[in-house]
């Protein structure tokens, strides 16, 4: 089946542009997760959907980033007024309800602040 | 502060040689522990896991050690191979399904 998806694989944009990026979880995956990875680093947790509970939204570095998840599928997170500090590749990550942990990762965008 | 502290950050091996990964971690809360590998361009992807009432657990080539008392645990790839050539993480899960992650460690295996 397919996995997850996200879009766009890269992005370059200026500092102080908005940016948004979609992360498309595996069908019936109840739980998505936000992580940045900054170049040669470990993966910094953002945000975390489940079902129709509120997010956890205590990984968001600054209030300039924000995500929704519409309909408990399609997510979509966004940076206002980008600074090249948030230069890194953003992963999207989905669970399967039930008792399993493992986390399902998307190949991530590469976002670029000139 | 960061949690989950792994080391080495970057490993050469022989082809046939045991690659050996180390996390430490400081939450008691945890309660489990994966490993993910991943290759360039592409998202992790979970590797091997284990809970914290075992000590050890293999999967082929793969074994996690697990020391509690330690609060450490690592990843011994035995007879590495040049497809295990990848970045690996630890990771760390508390309550409400967050993982907490190692910096990572590049491992490249030579032929």
């Known amino acids: 089946g397919a996995g997850v998806s996200q879009s766009p694989s890269n992005k370059v944009t200026e500092k102080g542009k908005d940016v948004e990026l979609r992360c498309d979880p595996i069908?019936?995956?109840?739980?998505l997760y936000w992580y940045r990875q900054s170049l040669g680093q470990g993966l910094e947790f953002l945000i975390y959907?489940?079902?129709?509970?509120?997010?956890?939204k205590s990984g968001l570095p600054s209030d300039r980033f924000s995500a929704e998840r519409t309909g408990g599928s399609v997510s979509t997170l966004t940076i206002q007024r980008t600074q090249q500090e948030d230069s890194a590749v953003y992963l999207c990550?989905?669970?399967?309800?039930?008792?399993?942990?493992?986390?399902?990762f998307g190949p991530g965008t590469r976002l670029t602040v000139l | 502060q960061q949690q989950v502290k792994q080391s080495p950050q970057s490993l050469i091996v022989q082809k046939g040689g045991i690659s050996i990964i180390n996390c430490a971690y400081e939450?008691?809360?945890?309660?489990?522990f994966p490993w993910y590998q991943q290759f360039p361009g592409k998202g992790p992807a979970l590797l091997i896991a284990?809970?914290?009432?075992?000590s050890e657990k293999k999967e082929g080539r793969f074994t996690i050690s697990f020391n509690k008392s330690a609060k450490q645990f690592s990843l011994h790839i035995m007879d590495s191979q040049p497809g295990d050539s990848a970045t690996y993480f630890c990771?760390?899960?508390?309550?409400?399904?967050?993982?907490?992650f190692g910096g990572g460690t590049r491992v490249l295996v030579k032929p």
């Open positions: 990550a989905s669970r399967p309800a039930g008792g399993s942990y493992e986390q399902f």
């Open positions: 069908s019936g995956h109840t739980a």
């Open positions: 959907f489940q079902g129709n509970s509120a997010p956890d």
């Open positions: 939450n008691t809360a945890f309660d489990y």
């Open positions: 284990i809970r914290p009432d075992v």
């Open positions: 990771a760390c899960k508390a309550a409400g399904n967050k993982l907490t």
